[in-house]
């Protein structure tokens, strides 16, 4: 995919010399390219975050069924993120090549057909592989999408659409918490399948359906989309045009980027973050769960209303940022609540206080989540063209590592001594870090965003 239209200095003078630089009008063009884009991207990572993290809820059952240990579920929802770190810069190179439209649909039919195959596993083994495939697949989607949208919408139009996508996460959790838990409930022993698996052919399907369809909704660039008038295209690059020459020099070449100490601190930041995320997916219904909320259908409701909070922080905390064009200080702040929610949360669980977990993860959730889509921001300011691509991935393949070791680190650490408190603690002091890191090395001259020009 080209972004040469994108930064096309002349397409910019053309525009103002016609009159189509009026704010009025690119505000309507822009508001027509979200409600485009937005809602279809949306839904598609509302399924994958469905089918990554219903193992949350299979397990509740799924582990007593087969007899396996919490070590064994702690890795095999862990490898899942080995496959991402594998294969994500790929997926965002073959999206530059081959287009988004046809790279969203490999991953979310590949996935898709992962998730119903997850119904028959028996062996921890077959469970370890069919989830590192579904992390081969998924790889590449939320960097694909981040890049994909620096391609229709400067910084300061991209906050909310961030948001709004990122915010999918927290909305799959929401809804699909109670609705695991009834599909597990309702389904359990119909034609002789457990209430798990049930769950992951039910949820698997919709996203294969997904994937067929992305081929025909989604436009691969600006210049490809019938659906937008020349006028329209051209008010898309002059101010994406405008945003390159406010940001100045970026780094093109991703090998000279990695060299840049900035490239390494943005992936441990991220790495932080998804710590205490990782930790909120895949253990939040079992920590729910220690403080006396055993009924799965209560659970589930319980855990919808935790992730609820997280959906209001990632749309809240992405209005903010927009409105007021910062990044730094809304990322930083927002993660270190979600740190201090974990705290808090190893503090109650250890006085069995039923409220004082909840409350406190619906803290967490809304902190850590709403950090994830700002930070997005951040990396852009930094890196454009090919570093900008392979660089996004390389952020989110190696933070989500993160993902793999803290399931690992609390399912050990409950193995061995029969509770979360210590591992939770461990987690909130790495997810603490981001915020200091944030602090101490994101520049807040390129964690502004840049006023669209009026001509």
């Known amino acids: 995919m080209s972004t040469s239209t994108a930064a096309n200095p002349g397409a910019s003078a053309a525009a103002s010399g016609t009159g189509v630089d009026s704010l009025a009008e690119r505000d309507l063009t822009f508001r027509r390219i979200v409600w485009r884009l937005i809602p279809f991207l949306t839904l598609v990572w509302f399924l994958a975050w ?9 397990k509740l059952t799924m582990m007593n069924d087969l007899q396996w240990s919490d070590a064994i579920y702690g890795a095999g929802a862990g490898v899942f993120f080995i496959g991402y770190f594998f294969f994500e810069v790929p997926s965002n190179m073959l999206l530059q090549k081959f287009g988004a439209k046809k790279t969203i649909m490999r991953i979310t039919i590949g996935w898709g057909v992962v998730c119903v195959l997850m119904a028959w ?6 469970f370890y592989a069919l989830r590192f495939l579904m992390g081969a697949f998924e790889a590449g989607l939320q960097p694909g999408v981040i890049l994909y949208l620096t391609y229709w919408l400067p910084a300061h139009r991209r906050g909310k659409a961030l948001a709004f996508f990122v915010s999918a996460s927290a909305l799959s959790l929401m809804f699909g918490s109670p609705i695991a838990a009834y599909l597990m409930e309702a389904l359990g022993g119909v034609g002789g399948f457990r209430g798990w698996q049930w769950l992951f052919v039910i949820e698997g399907i919709p ?18 989309a019938r659906w937008l008038s020349t006028r329209q295209k051209a008010h898309v690059d002059s101010e994406l045009a ?18 840049n100490p900035q490239l390494w601190v943005l992936t441990l930041i991220f790495f932080c973050i998804v710590a205490g995320n990782a930790t909120l997916v895949y253990y939040g219904p079992s920590i729910v769960r220690e403080v006396g909320v055993n009924d799965i259908k209560t659970l589930g409701w319980v855990m919808a209303g935790i992730y609820a909070c997280g959906w209001i922080g990632m749309i809240g905390n992405g209005y903010l940022s927009d409105r007021r064009k910062e990044v ?3 990322t930083a702040i927002a993660a270190g609540l979600g740190a201090l929610g974990l705290l808090l949360t190893a503090y109650f669980l250890g006085q069995k206080n039923m409220a004082g977990v909840i409350v406190s993860l619906a803290l967490s959730s809304a902190g850590t989540m709403g950090s994830i889509p700002i930070y997005w921001q951040i990396p852009s300011r930094y890196l454009s063209a090919t570093a900008l691509v392979v660089g996004l991935a390389f952020i989110n393949s190696v933070a989500n590592l993160a993902g793999y070791f803290s399931p690992q680190l609390l399912g050990y650490l409950k193995s061995s001594t029969g509770q979360y408190a210590q591992g939770l603690t461990i987690i909130a002091a790495v997810e603490c870090m981001a915020t200091v890191l944030i602090v101490l090395f994101v520049s807040r001259e390129k964690a502004r965003s ?6």
């Open 207 to 224: 996203s294969i359906v997904a994937g067929a369809a992305a081929y025909f909704v989604l436009s691969d660039s600006p210049a490809k």
């Open 450 to 455: 840049p006023a669209p020009g009026v001509n």
């Open 121 to 126: 596993v028996k062996t921890p083994l077959q």
């Open 328 to 330: 730094k200080w809304h």
């Open 50 to 58: 469905i089918d990554r993290v219903n193992v949350g809820f299979a």
């Open 242 to 259: 405008l945003e390159a020459r406010s940001l100045g020099h970026r780094e093109h070449s991703f090998l000279a980027s990695m060299r």
